[in-house]
């Protein structure tokens, strides 16, 4: 991991001309014409003529629970979320669930697929309590700055059905975390206006953002939904918003999801989804209409809830287009769009780009363009996180 000062000889977009990427302080500093080689500082990095792309944002991640670098791990419980709670909570602490190590692991596979911005939804509960958030933040600051992360203090076994869960919360946002999650408010807890009201008053004190796991369908999640909107506007908490999966908005009748989405839309709320195979993924024309951004996260890699994931937000997005049926080039592009510089707000950035002035994170592919480079998910060739090198397929 070095800072490198210039990333020669790439394309962006659609364009076949190559350009140079000067990087200064973590930024974008200046792009440019390729410059002939002999001008090159020793420092510098060749891009080969390839495709170079804002690096992925993955803005629905745990990276506190993984047994990636592990030995395999049978799937044992039972099924549905309780039960997975369930298992997890038996097993978590023999495979060192939560600590650095595991946390490790998990970064370096997303380095390694390109991403250098997440927004990761970390346990804290009775047994837990704080402990993941501490050691999440310090395997990201082994990075030095290469990585961003945002953290969701995560309710995972719920709020209310155990008894210090929501003073736990407030805790964690008052250490520091972005945003404090919440989980199934009808469906685990079976109360969802005692669960809103503690996350969102929470909110509406510490100024932090929410971020809850929907996991109740049709008219159950809708109806969570109503709760929510209702409540966030009464409370003002304008933007600050975030349903993870929401699977109920995507099964509801059209007349029934253009109210629901175009009140969120006045209210500033987003979605994140993990595109899930077996479900209805998220409309995206219809989301774009109503002004509700959503972004791609890859969720659990290889944890006690399954033993699939690699890391790659990339695969997320095209697990999206394909079961979307997406093929024109417009949205394949807004689908490239959604998974790097659109996600930007999920991780509190202004901008992630290929800009003057964006972080100077950089992913390079082989590829034709954006839309080739979703369709056929290429290896990455080099991966850049605020200026630095922290992956090249040629070491």
């Known amino acids: 991991m070095r800072h490198i000062p210039a990333l020669r000889g790439v394309r962006l977009g659609e364009a076949t001309t190559l350009v140079d990427l000067l990087f200064d302080g973590g930024l974008i500093t200046a792009i440019e014409s390729a410059a002939?080689?002999?001008?090159?500082?020793?420092?510098?990095?060749?891009?080969?003529?390839?495709?170079?792309?804002?690096?992925?944002?993955?803005?629905?991640?745990?990276?506190?629970?993984?047994?990636?670098?592990?030995?395999?791990?049978?799937?044992?419980?039972?099924?549905?979320?309780?039960?997975?709670?369930?298992?997890?909570?038996?097993?978590?602490?023999?495979?060192?669930?939560?600590?650095?190590?595991?946390?490790?692991?998990?970064?370096r596979a997303f380095v390694e697929h390109g991403t250098t911005a997440m927004r990761t939804h970390v346990d804290v509960d009775l047994g837990v309590g704080l402990r993941g958030i501490e050691?999440?933040?310090?395997?990201?600051?082994?990075?030095?700055?290469?990585?961003?992360?945002?953290?969701?203090?995560f309710p995972q076994d719920g709020v209310l059905r155990r008894d210090g869960v929501a003073a736990l919360l407030g805790k964690a946002i008052e250490a520091g975390a972005e945003h404090v999650g919440g989980l199934d408010p009808?469906?685990?807890?079976?109360?969802?206006?005692?669960?809103?009201?503690?996350?969102?008053?929470?909110?509406?004190?510490?100024?932090?953002?929410?971020?809850?796991?929907?996991?109740?369908?049709?008219?159950?999640?809708?109806?969570q939904m109503e709760l929510i909107i209702d409540r966030a506007e009464k409370l003002g908490l304008h933007g600050k918003v975030n349903f993870a999966h929401g699977f109920a908005i995507a099964q509801v009748a059209a007349a029934r999801r253009r109210d629901?989405?175009?009140?969120?839309?006045?209210?500033?709320?987003?979605?994140?989804?993990?595109?899930?195979?077996?479900?209805?993924?998220?409309?995206?024309?219809?989301?774009?209409?109503a002004g509700v951004p959503f972004a791609f996260g890859t969720d659990g890699i290889r944890d006690l809830w399954a033993p699939y994931g690699t890391g790659d937000t990339l695969g997320i997005a095209w697990q999206y287009a394909r079961a979307s049926s997406i093929v024109r080039d417009e949205d394949l592009q807004r689908v490239a769009d959604i998974a790097t510089r659109s996600a930007a707000r999920f991780v509190g950035r202004e901008v992630h780009d290929l800009v003057v002035g964006a972080p100077a994170d950089v992913v390079v592919l082989d590829a034709e363009h954006e839309m080739d480079a979703l369709v056929r998910v290429p290896r990455r060739e080099l991966v850049i996180g605020a200026g630095r090198l922290l992956f090249s397929a040629y070491a």
């Open 186 to 223: 009808a469906g685990i807890d079976r109360d969802p206006v005692g669960q809103l009201d503690i996350l969102l008053g929470i909110s509406a004190e510490h100024g932090c953002g929410v971020d809850i796991h929907l996991h109740d369908g049709a008219e159950l999640g809708a109806f």
């Open 36 to 107: 002939p080689r002999e001008a090159w500082g020793a420092a510098d990095v060749d891009g080969r003529g390839l495709l170079a792309m804002p690096t992925f944002i993955n803005a629905h991640a745990h990276v506190d629970k993984s047994w990636l670098g592990l030995p395999w791990q049978s799937y044992g419980g039972e099924g549905g979320t309780d039960g997975r709670i369930r298992h997890e909570r038996a097993r978590r602490d023999e495979l060192g669930i939560p600590s650095v190590e595991r946390t490790r692991e998990v970064l």
């Open 260 to 289: 629901l989405l175009q009140a969120m839309g006045a209210l500033g709320m987003t979605f994140t989804t993990v595109a899930p195979l077996r479900m209805e993924q998220l409309q995206l024309h219809e989301f774009d209409v």
């Open 135 to 153: 050691a999440v933040r310090e395997a990201v600051a082994e990075w030095e700055g290469a990585l961003h992360a945002e953290i969701v203090a």
